[in-house]
């Protein structure tokens, strides 16, 4: 099993993270973003959008993370990151639905603009940001709420938090992490997840056994 991506990537995050879950090793075959590679024709054999990441598992070929995370979940032995249950699982699909829908395209206004424009020697755009602030007010406004009634977003940690993790990482990253500690749930699920060995890994902080 082979995973194309590049380490500093969110989507690429939510893979590792599950493998991670998983206890499940598999070869990390670096894209790299600085050079274009993920524009390559080779990569784009396997990702015809020239992002990452990329699954290839003995031959079967996955992208998009979310796909990726769910086939994982379902193949590989270990811990259980989706339920069996019909009605759980129907949860789990609808908060990945709300971080994909709702959620990760405000945010992603304040990581473009908070953390990759510095990075890219660019002027973070204010307008934007702002935008993206507000953007994410309904949103979190109802993650704090479910919060305050679940531990996680569906219930059990499931392949739903994964999703969301990357996003809030690179919000405190972008300077706008009070959008997530002035939400008292939002804020004690991030210690949670947070403190996971597998987000560790994923997010570099910490090295597989």
Not at 96 to 101: A, G, N, Q, R
Not at 153 to 177: H, N, Q, R, T, W
Request: with cysteine; proline share 6%; net charge neutral.
């Amino acid at each position: 099993m082979k995973v194309f991506g590049h380490p500093m990537s969110t989507c690429t995050r939510k893979v590792l993270t599950t493998l991670a879950e998983k206890e499940h090793k598999a070869e990390f075959v670096l894209v790299d973003l600085m050079t274009g590679a993920h524009k390559s024709p080779e990569h784009m054999a396997r990702q015809p959008f020239g992002v990452v990441p990329a699954l290839d598992d003995d031959g079967f070929v996955l992208f998009e993370s979310r796909a990726i995370i769910a086939y994982l979940a379902a193949k590989l032995p270990g811990k259980a990151l989706t339920p069996g249950d019909i009605k759980s699982q129907a949860l789990v699909n609808q908060w990945m639905s709300v971080e994909y829908s709702y959620f990760t395209p405000s945010a992603m206004k304040i990581i473009y603009e908070g953390l990759f424009a510095p990075m890219a020697g660019r002027e973070p755009d204010q307008a934007k940001i702002d935008d993206g602030r507000k953007g994410l007010e309904t949103p979190l406004t109802v993650l704090d709420k479910r919060l305050g009634e679940v531990e996680y977003v569906a219930g059990d940690f499931s392949i739903a938090d994964i999703c969301f993790m990357p996003y809030v990482e690179y919000l405190f990253a972008s300077k706008a992490g009070d959008l997530i500690t002035d939400r008292k749930n939002v804020a004690a699920w991030w210690n949670r997840v947070s403190e996971r060995p597998s987000w560790q890994i994923a997010s570099g902080k910490k090295t597989a056994a």
